[in-house]
DNA sequence: TCTGGGGTCCTAGGACCC
DNA sequence: TCTGGGGTCCTAGGACCC
């Protein structure tokens, strides 16, 4: 049996946990740049203001004017979540911190759930002075559900428990599949199609047709809402696989420099973030992006995919980043967005002995020719220091390389001679 | 003169999540 | 003028190898 904690409104409680002046009024908590609302109060929910909504067209509106914005501050958030994790462990149970305001706890022990349901939530309201909502079930996603349900019900006791069969197919009659954990929009189109539209639809479908449509994660997910788990608890996270940093600009950049110095920035704030959790990067993508909401801006996107000498060295990552981006750039474009993701991450120790990544040198020789032709065009190389070979960062890979990289390089090459 | 096919690895892109 | 940022997993299909 698992438990799911949820916070409700979790970024606006937080402020809230600071600021008691903001109880009882409707609360958004911006993204950045404070571009839009990620988290909403029950009251900035019942006044229409949808997830998502942009700021800039909510403080336009007059019968809104009393919403209260607050701009993100995701260190004070993350704290409290580690309070509410605290709380948990302080229950004697496994526990599973899933996302900054989720926590699955396993409750094969648990006799009197509903009691131990709101035992749970005083104590996080009184520990960390965060609300929450308790959802029981034999699987996760089930736990996810009854979660929903509890926080649907403002009025009630803030505990569900689904645990027991008969009642959850009964609700599963009334409960638009959309709900479900796992099932996106996407899901939901598809499913609409075949005349599916509740929970009870879709968990009578016909294995061969969920797998069709859904792959092996819609499978998964019918048999969770069966109460078969496929999903277990992690109370350890595993590896991680990927670190981004990404931004949409508060103004539209068309200048080159400009872009520049974004994208190094975004590179210098990636290499501290990779030597905080004692990792190297073996690759490194860079992507730029024009703003998709306009009408009337020419629309440009492009994503460049670079191996690395596996490293955390903020100037190697820059080197790489700044390459990248000389390849990426395209003239007459305004961007809105660009950003760096760093991948095939491995600690830092593994690193001795990986030096000379690239296993095709026929293949590296191809790429390094096309690279060389950027170079004599647009610019510079940036070696990497120490380097025994004059060879540009981006040109050394680990893997094989990607032929459709190649290509997209080639065609970019194409599109500005 | 005839020009295969199966297994494996890799990547981009889609979908989903909070 | 202003529309988030950070992740994971899955699959199709290309490239390569023998």
């Known amino acids: 049996m698992f438990a799911l904690i949820d916070a409700n409104s979790f970024y606006c409680s937080c402020e809230r946990a600071f ?8 609360v958004v908590a911006l993204s950045n740049n404070d571009g839009c609302a990620i988290a909403r109060t029950n009251e900035a929910k019942d006044l229409g203001i949808k997830m998502g909504a942009p700021w800039h067209l909510i403080k336009g509106q007059p019968e809104l004017r009393h919403v209260i914005a607050k701009s993100s501050n995701y260190s004070l958030y993350a704290d409290m979540s580690r309070r509410i994790y605290e709380v948990l462990i302080g229950f004697g149970e496994e ?35 965060i609300p929450c909502c308790v959802g029981f079930g034999p699987t996760k996603t089930i736990a996810k559900l009854a979660n929903r349900l509890a926080k649907a019900d403002r009025e009630g006791s803030g505990v569900c428990d689904l645990s027991d069969r008969s009642e959850r197919d009964e609700l599963y009659r009334s409960i ?5 954990w796992g099932i996106g929009s996407a899901a939901v189109k598809k499913l609409e199609k075949i005349g599916v539209e509740t929970v009870a639809d879709f968990v009578a479908l016909p294995e061969s047709i969920v797998r069709e449509l859904l792959t092996v994660t819609g499978l998964r997910t019918v048999s969770e809402l069966k109460g078969l788990a496929c999903l277990s608890l992690a109370t350890q996270p595993g590896p991680k696989k990927s670190l981004a940093v990404t931004r949409s600009f508060g103004r539209a950049i068309s200048r080159r420099e400009d872009l520049e110095e974004a994208v190094i920035y975004y590179a210098t704030r990636a ?37 690395l000498e596996p490293s955390n060295d903020t100037f190697v990552v820059v080197g790489a980043a700044r ?27 593994s690193a001795a002995g ?55 390089l080639s065609d970019i090459l194409k599109a500005r001679a």
């Open 95 to 129: 526990v599973e911190p899933y996302s900054i305001d989720e926590m699955f706890i396993d409750t094969r022990e648990v006799y009197d759930r509903d009691k131990f349901g709101c035992a749970l939530r005083r104590r996080v309201l009184k520990v960390a002075k």
């Open 323 to 349: 390459q990248a981006l000389e390849a990426l750039w395209c003239d007459g474009y305004r961007y809105a967005k660009a950003g760096i993701v760093l991948l095939d991450l491995e600690a830092q120790d």
């Open 19 to 26: 600021d008691p002046r903001l109880r009882g009024k409707p």
């Open 176 to 180: 638009p599949v959309g709900e479900v």
């Open 271 to 307: 290499a501290e973030r990779l030597r905080g959790h004692g990792l190297i990067a073996g690759a490194l993508q860079v992507f730029i992006t024009t703003n998709p909401f306009s009408k009337t801006d020419r629309q440009y996107g492009n994503s460049i995919t670079l191996g």
């Open 354 to 408: 990986s030096m000379f990544p690239s296993r095709d040198p026929a293949k590296s020789a191809v790429l390094m020719q096309a690279l060389d032709g950027v170079n004599r065009r647009y610019g510079r190389l940036a070696l990497r220091p120490g380097s025994l070979t004059n060879r540009p960062v981006w040109a050394m890979r680990r893997g094989n390389l990607s032929p459709s990289y190649t290509t997209r």
